[in-house]
């Protein structure tokens, strides 16, 4: 017992340090009056016209993305999980591949696309900007959030009760009122982090607001927050600045914290019955349309474009970009793999400690209050815990200061703090699955707790292990938001795309997208073919 509460203090303790102390520490600089008396600071940023408007406008972008990305990926899972759709391998590939090509990414494209059909057929009235733009990008590159969601949610509805509702009710009725109502805090799980995400997004709007084609600006709050230490140094005004920020994501936190156990969809009184697959009938044709259209929007169409641009016939011959960002950014490449993957394992091997803490928690109540914990730096915006991380690791009383904050290290820790919570809800699935008598069996075979993890319990939970590592790295190869401010972010593919796309419209940065997409492509089909015989989620 004394070796168990060591290691998974430890782990918790290391989630605190990285995920939770440098914003908690950041907010509280807005209110320890070190640059002036505070409530005039926080009156002068928050009741000011301008910043009401800014926040206005980051409702809309995260609501009207939440609610696009609802209204796709919800039809999306219920096809690839619960019907006879065709080519249901390729569409789910294709219905989850957006994850891996982040929104600025989307934007870079489509931007191009619009601009070469108003100089090539004089489509003037074509245009991605505005909050119109950020909404159309966000929900492109985040609608598959809803779609891994809804889909567990809708694998997890008891077939039994659809069954009695169907013969009871008809198709259409079952469907609402069973299937639909019993999915519904999966989906609107997924909406919420969609919501989370594109309310508090930086580089879509930032993206927009100089690369528009119109002259309708994207300004959120978000670029506020970034302003305010970006341009004044000031990190107090910063945290307040980015208070209305929190206190929004925190709301949509609680409301994810109450569809958190919910994810049990059996009827009471009934047995657990696998749910039968649908046959579209006559909707196939309509089905497979729908999908061909939503692959072609969020993916194909981005990447033809992106290829076309970077091939295009220069002195050089046609794969003269391509050469051209080797050359360049060949250093970043390797940089932002390296610490994509490192942050990958580090978020897997505490994220499995947390969520052993909060599986397998003597209290249950202490459980819960350690899953909101792991779930709390979510409301946190990505450049607030940037700045947040600088604080902290740039702090005169910071032994390590001199050693981390300069470094590559900074960036690893950066990544690590702001996606630990994905790891921590993802293997705490994944733990729920093993059986606790399994580790009781090796405890009284002489193990101890960290033999019994090493030996069974990390085993059992090995393809949950693997997944975390996944989606860490795939989150932090797309990562932009928290690497514009630090010191070493600048050395990382992202910031190395970000910055060209600010000075140039030259094909390497289209070539620059594309190999960021491949990178994080190729885990993904190594894991999709080797690693899982099917993605697990689907």
Not at 90 to 97: E, G, I, S, Y
Not at 275 to 300: D, H
Request: glycine letters at 8%; proline letters at 6%.
């Amino acid at each position: 017992m004394g070796q168990r509460r060591a290691i998974v203090g430890a782990a918790i303790g290391l989630f605190a340090l990285l995920s939770l102390l440098p914003p908690l520490l950041l907010l509280a600089s807005a209110f320890s009056g070190e640059e002036g008396f505070t409530a005039a600071r926080l009156q002068n940023l928050l009741l000011d016209s301008r910043q009401l408007g800014l926040l206005w406008n980051s409702i809309q972008v995260g609501a009207g993305s939440a609610l696009v990305a609802a209204l796709i990926g919800a039809p999306v899972a219920w096809l690839l999980s619960r019907t006879d759709l065709p080519l249901k391998g390729a569409f789910t590939l294709l219905a989850v591949a957006p994850i891996i090509v982040p929104p600025y990414v989307t934007g870079i494209a489509y931007t191009e696309l619009v601009n070469e059909l108003v100089r090539e057929l004089d489509l003037t009235f074509l245009g991605i900007a505005g909050i119109p733009g950020c909404i159309f990008l966000e929900a492109a590159s985040l609608f598959p959030l809803v779609v891994l969601l809804a889909a567990k949610g809708f694998r997890s509805v008891d077939g039994a009760a659809e069954e009695a509702a169907l013969l009871a009710r008809g198709c259409f009725a079952s469907f609402l009122a069973v299937t639909l109502r019993l999915a519904l805090p999966a989906i609107l799980a997924g909406t919420l982090f969609v919501f989370v995400f594109a309310f508090s997004d930086f580089s879509i709007p930032d993206f927009l607001s100089f690369a528009a084609t119109s002259d309708r600006p994207a300004q959120v709050f978000a670029t506020e927050v970034y302003l305010q230490f970006a341009t004044y140094r000031s990190s107090p005004d910063a945290a307040a600045a980015s208070l209305p920020l929190v206190l929004l994501v925190v709301l949509a936190v609680l409301l994810l914290l109450r569809l958190e156990g919910r994810g049990d969809y059996v009827v009471p009184g009934t047995l657990r019955v696998q749910p039968a697959e649908r046959r579209l009938g006559a909707w196939k044709g309509p089905a497979v349309f729908f999908m061909i259209l939503v692959s072609a929007l969020g993916t194909l169409l981005p990447l033809v474009q992106l290829l076309r641009w970077a091939l295009r016939a220069g002195p050089r011959g046609r794969l003269a970009a391509f050469d051209a960002a080797f050359l360049e950014a060949g250093g970043d490449i390797g940089r932002s793999l390296l610490l994509s993957a490192g942050a990958g394992l580090l978020m897997a091997a505490i994220g499995f400690l947390v969520a052993y803490g909060v599986v397998r928690g003597r209290s249950r109540r202490a459980s819960r209050l350690l899953a909101a914990l792991a779930l709390l730096p979510v409301a946190f915006p990505a450049v607030m815990m940037s700045i947040g991380q600088i604080r902290f690791w740039n702090h005169p009383l910071n032994p390590l200061a001199d050693l981390v904050y300069p470094s590559s290290v900074l960036v690893l820790l950066t990544y690590a703090g702001r996606f630990l919570p994905f790891a921590v809800l993802t293997l705490r699935a994944s733990l729920r699955s093993v059986d606790p008598a399994l580790e009781d069996a090796s405890a009284l075979a002489g193990r101890g707790f960290a033999r019994t993890l090493a030996r069974v319990t990390g085993p059992a939970a090995a393809r949950g292990l693997a997944t975390a590592v996944l989606v860490g790295f795939l989150l932090s190869m797309r990562e932009l938001d928290t690497v514009t401010l630090l010191p070493a972010g600048s050395d990382t593919l992202p910031h190395r795309v970000y910055s060209m796309v600010h000075t140039s419209r030259d094909s390497i940065i289209a070539a620059l997208c594309l190999v960021l997409v491949t990178a994080s492509a190729v885990p993904l089909l190594i894991y999709r073919f080797v690693l899982a015989r099917k993605v697990e989620v689907i």
